[in-house]
T-cell receptor, first 113, second 110 residues
Framework: DAKTTQPNSMESNEEEPVHLPCNHSTISGTDYIHWYRQLPSQGPEYVIH???SNVNNRMASLAIAEDRKSSTLILHRATLRDAAVYYCILPFLSGGGADGLTFGKGTHLIIQP | AAGVIQSPRHLIKEKRETATLKCYPIPRHDTVYWYQQGPGQDPQFLISFYEKMQSDKGSIPDRFSAQQFSDYHSELNMSSLELGDSALYFCASSDSYEQYFGPGTRLTVT
């Protein structure tokens, strides 16, 4: 997997938007950008993924820079349940699916009430 | 919606014993992944199977082996257990590029 860099931790207030950055300057043209999160005492959870265009789903939005060297996961209105470690991952994809994920250090998101 | 099922949820073993962890993927998912997460650490990929064949291998110790069966469930076999094997073991399944994780099995080796 290509290398990604994320801040160790971020803090936000409940019901405010949160922007989680990720740098991936060595990304290749075919690398998808995936985000997973891990809530306390739970398994990792898929959040969103994208290639070039910005993506939205019920959990979050993914904004991808035009040069694809960085991306931002956006939680539009954070709740206490969004407190988790967020991982930005560029998995190696083959014809049968994704190889095993390489979890880096991730960003520990703290939500204040 | 159906999720990944792992059993047992908790397991306590002594050093040098063996352990078998089971994973039942989401229906119609053909790929299974195993991860290990030590205390205070990030998940680490061990091994994966696609259509019952090993498809990718991570940092799985030689003492560990795994397989995927005809019904797509998978088992992780761990022998000669060491104290350092105490961890959460997650199974994930997929039918494309997103991986869906189970709740994990907490293995404690004493």
């Amino acid at each position: 997997d290509a290398k990604t860099t994320q801040p160790n931790s971020m803090e936000s207030n409940e019901e405010e938007p949160v922007h989680l950055p990720c740098n991936h300057s060595t990304i290749s043209g075919t690398d998808y950008i995936h985000w997973y999160r891990q809530l306390p005492s739970q398994g990792p959870e898929y959040v969103i993924h994208g290639l070039t265009s910005n993506v939205n789903n019920r959990m979050a939005s993914l904004a991808i820079a035009e040069d694809r060297k960085s991306s931002t996961l956006i939680l539009h209105r954070a709740t206490l349940r969004d407190a988790a470690v967020y991982y930005c991952i560029l998995p190696f994809l083959s014809g049968g699916g994704a190889d095993g994920l390489t979890f880096g250090k991730g960003t520990h998101l703290i939500i204040q009430p | 919606a159906a999720g990944v099922i792992q059993s047992p949820r908790h397991l306590i073993k002594e050093k040098r014993e063996t352990a078998t962890l089971k994973c039942y993927p989401i229906p119609r998912h053909d790929t299974v992944y195993w991860y290990q997460q030590g205390p205070g650490q990030d998940p680490q990929f061990l091994i994966s199977f696609y259509e019952k064949m090993q498809s990718d291998k991570g940092s799985i110790p030689d003492r560990f082996s795994a397989q995927q069966f005809s019904d797509y469930h998978s088992e992780l076999n761990m022998s000669s257990l060491e104290l350092g094997d105490s961890a959460l073991y997650f199974c994930a399944s997929s039918d494309s590029y997103e991986q869906y994780f189970g709740p994990g099995t907490r293995l404690t080796v004493t």
